[in-house]
């Protein structure tokens, strides 16, 4: 037989084997499945940092966002009256708006680390870690980034306190429109400790620079002392927050001058750092005091970050404040790192057709991501943080 006709077998052949490799690459990512993210490694480019003081932004831009419009945020949720949120057992009944019916209570009585949330709206509320919710018994933070579905029963909420001398009736739970600093934001998240997160709004920061405080390795003794001490914030606390309210104390004469300074410069520099893009959105950030590359917050669209960015910045300012100035500054290498994916002990949990929410740690880095399953696979929010112990 001709020679030619095994050539034409053989690449036929070959053409339905690519084929179906490809088709089977698409079942494998088909939405609802257990596919990793659809944003890759590599999908984002590091611009030059923007520097103040102590305190340096790299923008961390994308060619390719994703569609979430589809998502209802804490805020807006609380503002337009979508989302109630109340201590356990603050109410006999609760109207479910969505279906027009009354859900009998089924939980305890009031606890410092749970409330209870309804999502009223037709879609999916996001929920940051680090989020402030003002009212009730206490001032309350959440305490992981996750998606609650559309609809859905009343739901035991995990919480921190961010007000540590009140346990007392009080109004309604209000958006504070506010995230608490990285040092608070990381108790929360990542160590998830109740003790140390009263300790850090108290404190201002986890790393100290201060004589006779404790300090982390890449803090010298050659450093400026904080521009907010722990002793300007105890000053604070007695004069004008005497019930430790994380609002109250960082809202406050003593500190909000010197954040407002921070957060002002920045911005303008932040816009005109990324005034100019083309064919590119803003949709995070690399953050970075004195040389330490500490933290990072990324979203799966340029709106999530243009909505969360404002109240990002000002925990930000706020963490710069309250840490050692010191003088030098990160480089882009060093911020690119808080790129890449890292690699160790994974642990994760989920909601089937909702949600999965994943944390990885890798030497002193720590990575959170939270993934949308519906209507497909999204990474709405990645945070990489170098945790402080």
Avoid at 38 to 61: C, H, M, Q, S
Avoid at 232 to 248: F, G, L
Wanted: aromatic share 8%.
């Amino acid at each position: 037989m001709d020679r030619s006709f095994f050539s034409h077998i053989s690449s036929a052949f070959l053409g339905i084997s690519a084929l179906g490799m490809a088709t089977l690459g698409f079942l494998w990512l088909t939405p609802g499945s257990s596919a990793p993210p659809a944003k890759a490694d590599g999908a984002w480019r590091l611009l030059d940092g923007v520097r103040y003081e102590n305190l340096t932004i790299f923008p961390v831009v994308s060619s390719g966002g994703y569609d979430t419009g589809a998502f209802l945020t804490l805020e807006d949720g609380l503002s337009s009256a979508e989302i109630t949120v109340r201590e356990q057992g603050a109410e006999t009944l609760i109207r479910n708006r969505g279906e027009g019916r009354t859900v009998p209570p089924v939980y305890n009585g009031p606890s410092v680390n749970q409330l209870v949330l309804i999502n009223h709206s037709k879609r999916p509320l996001l929920l940051l870690a680090g989020e402030l919710v003002s009212g009730g018994k206490q001032d309350r933070i959440i305490a992981k980034d996750r998606i609650v579905a559309p609809g859905a029963d009343p739901l035991p909420l995990d919480v921190f306190c961010v007000e540590h001398g009140r346990w007392s009736a009080g109004s309604q739970f209000t958006a504070a429109k506010t995230i608490v600093h990285p040092s608070v934001r990381e108790n929360a998240a990542v160590k998830q400790k109740q003790s140390e997160v009263w300790a850090s709004v108290a404190n201002g920061s986890n790393v100290s620079g201060s004589a006779g405080g404790s300090m982390s390795e890449t803090v010298t003794v050659n450093a400026a002392p904080p521009v907010v001490s722990s002793a300007d914030i105890s000053r604070t606390m007695a004069a004008e927050a005497p019930t430790q309210s994380y609002s109250k104390i960082y809202d406050s004469k003593r500190v909000n001058g010197s954040v407002d300074t921070v957060v002002n410069e920045v911005q303008r520099r932040f816009r005109k750092e990324t005034s100019g893009l083309k064919g590119e959105e803003v949709v995070g950030v690399v953050v970075a005091y004195g040389g330490e590359v500490a933290w990072s917050d990324i979203f799966a669209s340029s709106e999530l970050f243009d909505h969360y960015w404002t109240k990002l910045l000002r925990s930000y300012a706020v963490e710069a404040v309250a840490r050692p100035m010191l003088r030098e500054g990160a480089s882009r290498d060093d911020a690119r790192e808080f790129l890449r994916h890292l690699d160790g002990h994974e642990q994760s949990e989920s909601e089937p057709g909702v949600y999965r929410w994943r944390e990885t740690s890798e030497g002193q880095l720590s990575q959170i991501e939270l993934d949308a399953l519906q209507p497909k696979v999204i990474t709405l929010h990645r945070l990489v943080v170098r945790r402080t112990s």
